[in-house]
C-alpha cells in the first residue's frame, strides 16, 4: 500500500475517533468575581457640514532635517468651502 493512501486512512480514523474523546487540556473558563470596566477610548471628533459644505485641500512637500539625513515628507491643509 503507498505511503500516500497510509496516511489518508490514518487521517480519516483520527478525525473519526477524535470527537469520541473530551478535550481534557482545555479547563473551564474563570468567571469573573465583580464587575468589568472597560477604559473609553480617545474622544471622537464628528463633522456633520451643512449640505452646501465640502472641504478643500492643498498639499505640498517639505524638506526636514533629521539625524539620519534629509527627508521630504508631505504636508496638507484642509478648509470648509461653501459650494
Not at 473558563?29 to 472597560?38: A, E, F
Not at 477604559?39 to 492643498?58: A, D, K
Request: charged share 15%.
Amino acid at each position: 500500500m503507498p505511503l500516500r493512501w497510509q496516511v489518508a486512512i490514518f487521517s480519516l480514523a483520527a478525525l473519526a475517533i477524535a470527537p469520541a474523546f473530551p478535550a481534557a487540556a482545555q479547563s473551564p473558563t474563570p468567571v469573573p468575581s465583580g464587575p468589568t470596566y472597560s477604559t473609553p477610548g480617545p474622544p471622537r471628533i464628528e463633522v456633520n457640514p451643512r449640505p452646501l459644505l465640502y472641504r478643500r485641500c492643498t498639499s505640498w512637500y517639505v524638506l526636514q532635517y533629521r539625524p539620519s539625513g534629509t527627508v521630504l515628507f508631505p504636508e496638507k491643509r484642509c478648509w470648509w468651502v461653501r459650494g
